[in-house]
């Protein structure tokens, strides 16, 4: 398992922009690594992944507006998020999964972060 620290969560206006970031304690390139989210009420739901073959998968509802992406130099990976809507507003969190598995299943993660805020007000 390795740690995860998410930050750069924050209050944006709707249309505004955000990079979150996932600081890894150790090597990210032995796992696959993705974005999940909960609001206020609802169940954690998947939004981003980055698989360590180099592919990478996103829910419909952020495809086209958000990006995943991983610096191993950093064991940091990163998930940019464009032309946010209100609807985004939730915790996001950041997992990694060992191996080669894939999954959108939030238990399935080897390892969790705590979560950052993202608020976007309409």
């Known amino acids: 398992q390795v740690q995860l620290v998410e930050s750069g969560g924050g209050l944006v206006q709707a249309g505004g922009s955000l990079r979150l970031s996932c600081l890894a304690s150790?090597?990210?390139?032995?796992?696959?690594m993705a974005w999940f989210r909960q609001a206020p009420e609802k169940d954690r739901e998947f939004v981003a992944a980055?698989?360590?073959?180099?592919?990478?998968s996103y829910a419909d509802s952020v495809k086209g507006r958000f990006t995943i992406s991983r610096d191993t130099a950093k064991n940091t990976v990163y998930l940019q998020m464009n032309s946010l809507k209100p609807e985004d507003t939730a915790v996001y969190y950041c997992?990694?999964?060992?191996?080669?598995?894939?999954?959108?299943?939030?238990?399935?993660?080897?390892?969790r972060g705590q979560g950052t805020q993202v608020t976007v007000s309409s």
């Open positions: 150790g090597d990210t390139m032995t796992y696959n």
């Open positions: 997992a990694a999964l060992a191996g080669w598995a894939d999954s959108r299943i939030w238990f399935e993660y080897d390892s």
């Open positions: 980055s698989r360590r073959d180099g592919s990478t």
